[in-house]
């Protein structure tokens, strides 16, 4: 035992959080990403929201790998929370550094420095999220400022929302 995955997660309290987890789930696309593209990412791992929400997930019986690589097309991309055998690959977005609408902010002091800096992030994540589902990943990005029980429900339901064939 110890692996969880295969079990049907416990329902969820509410049908918002489909909702929620419908928009937020990012589902395989057919289109491909240019291969010249950058992939580095310059996300900090083990940020507090998501060491939260891997100890509620982990409280829940939840297994996955941290920090995980998948190989796409020779390229690896590391993503904060990965459950392989379900191809789902959850991202903790800081709500500065991806440009949270709620929360981010666009410094005014040294614009010249940030502005295309966190416009670069957004758009490295839209094309992290594309490589992911062109092969066949489902993406789910949560907001740090996202309570992690209410994190923790997201991917319960994401887990249980039926895969595109
Ligand atoms: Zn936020």
């Known amino acids: 035992m110890g692996w969880r995955e295969a079990e049907a997660p416990r329902r969820?309290?509410?049908t918002r959080y489909l909702w929620q987890v419908a928009n937020a789930l990012s589902y395989p696309q057919p289109s491909t990403v240019a291969a010249t593209s950058v992939m580095r990412s310059n996300r900090k791992t083990d940020t507090k929201p998501e060491v939260f929400l891997r100890s509620e997930l982990h409280r829940r019986g939840l297994r996955f790998r941290k920090h995980s690589a998948p190989a796409i097309e020779g390229r690896r991309i590391a993503v904060d929370i990965v459950f392989p055998r379900f191809r789902l690959a959850v991202f903790v977005d800081g709500c500065f550094w991806h440009s949270c609408p709620d929360h981010g902010t666009m410094p005014t002091a040294n614009a010249w420095y940030w502005v295309p800096k966190l416009r670069r992030n957004v758009e490295r994540d839209h094309e992290v999220t594309l490589r992911l589902t062109s092969a066949g990943w489902r993406v789910l990005r949560v907001w740090e400022h996202t309570p992690a029980r209410e994190a923790a429900d997201m991917v319960e339901v994401?887990?249980?929302?039926p895969r595109p064939r």
């Open 12 to 14: 969820p309290r509410s």
């Open 158 to 161: 994401a887990l249980i929302c």
